[in-house]
């Protein structure tokens, strides 16, 4: 059972430069979500989705866009990156209920952008 | 706008001692709290899981505590490992138009054999 898989895992990026995170889940959750996590910040929600097709805005969406084509899969795209978004990406799942919620991460996807 | 602190951000400690991490939050109109393990350069694993309506939640070596009226939880790690080193973070759900996590940023914890 592989739990939450990202791709890839590092990366190095120049400014103005393009990338696109997959995060790939097989517990058949529904909620997926995308962190990123720096030095003195802690994780901050980026976008996350409810369900396949719906994605919505968390705390820092600025220059990042998701889809949620499947319910397996959410991908942090970059369209043009820049420095600012040096940081590590932690994709998260869980099977919401009221009452659960446990979260499920992946490994972390680390981006430098020169 | 909800906030997660967790004191100390640094903990050094003996082996086999009993240990305490300190989670607090500033609204208590939360759905639950999980604490989280974070080994250097891995992804978070989720410890413990405590409900709004819980007081605490327990797992092996690990207790987890819950007072919600106080905004305060607490991670009791009993007769510590050097396994144990690594970062514990604690995060509250709430509701802001779907459910979310609220992280606090970490304690480092250090066990000394």
């Known amino acids: 059972n592989a739990g939450v898989t990202q791709t890839p895992k590092f990366r190095v990026l120049k400014t103005g430069q393009s990338m696109t995170l997959l995060c790939a889940q097989d517990m058949n959750h529904e909620y997926m979500y995308w962190y990123r996590q720096d030095p003195g910040m802690g994780l901050r929600l980026i976008h996350y989705?409810?369900?396949?097709?719906?994605?919505a805005k968390g705390e820092v969406p600025d220059g990042y866009n998701v889809s949620r084509l499947k319910k397996q899969n959410f991908l942090l795209g970059l369209e043009s990156a820049a420095p600012s978004q040096t940081s590590v990406y932690f994709c998260?799942?869980?099977?919401?209920?009221?009452?659960?919620?446990?979260?499920?991460f992946g490994e972390g996807s680390r981006l430098t952008v020169l | 706008k909800q906030e997660v602190t967790q004191i100390p951000a640094a903990l050094s400690v003996p082996e086999g001692e009993n240990l305490v991490l300190n989670c607090s939050f500033t609204?208590?109109?939360?759905?639950?709290l999980q604490w989280f393990r974070q080994d250097p350069g891995k992804g978070l694993t989720s410890l413990l899981l405590?409900?709004?309506?819980?007081r605490e939640q327990t797992s092996g070596r690990l207790n987890a505590s819950l007072d919600k009226s106080s905004g305060r939880s607490t991670l009791y790690i009993a007769a510590s490992q050097p396994g144990d080193s690594a970062t514990y973070l604690c995060?509250?759900?709430?509701?802001?138009?779907?459910?979310?996590?609220?992280f606090g940023q970490g304690t480092r914890l250090t066990i000394n054999p």
């Open positions: 995060a509250v759900t709430i509701i802001q138009g779907a459910q979310k996590l609220v």
């Open positions: 998260a799942s869980s099977y919401w209920t009221i009452n659960t919620g446990e979260l499920f």
């Open positions: 609204d208590s109109a939360i759905y639950n």
């Open positions: 989705s409810v369900g396949e097709g719906t994605t």
């Open positions: 405590i409900q709004s309506s819980q």
